[in-house]
């Protein structure tokens, strides 16, 4: 299984970027692939996925700006997120059953 995570950088606050996991292997199902963040000093946190496999679950802080959405044909899941936050600034990881892709950084500037 490999994870490639991409679409992070720089914006301001109020701004949106998408970021996008493409992967390949061993995928079942990429319903399966979840989005965690690391923030500077924080312990990593799910962002948004299913990781009971029942329903999407966001963290509380970004619910109603961030939405996960999948494309079965190319395999790879996105995360769309608006309204950007500096808190929001933090590395972004996609994750499948205990496989890691690389992570990708969003910074996101007052």
């Known amino acids: 299984v490999q994870l490639q995570a991409s679409g992070g950088g720089l914006v301001q606050a109020g701004g949106s970027l998408r970021l996008s996991c493409a992967a390949s292997g061993n995928i079942f199902s990429i319903y399966a692939i979840d989005w965690y963040r690391q923030g500077p000093g924080k312990q990593r946190e799910l962002v948004a996925g299913m990781p009971s496999g029942e329903r999407t679950n966001y963290a509380d802080s970004v619910m109603g700006r961030f939405t996960i959405f999948r494309d079965n044909a190319k395999t790879t899941v996105y995360l769309q997120m608006n309204s950007l936050k500096p808190e929001d600034t933090a590395v972004y990881y996609c994750?499948?059953?205990?496989?890691w892709g690389q992570g990708t950084l969003v910074t996101v500037s007052s």
């Open positions: 994750e499948y059953r205990g496989y």
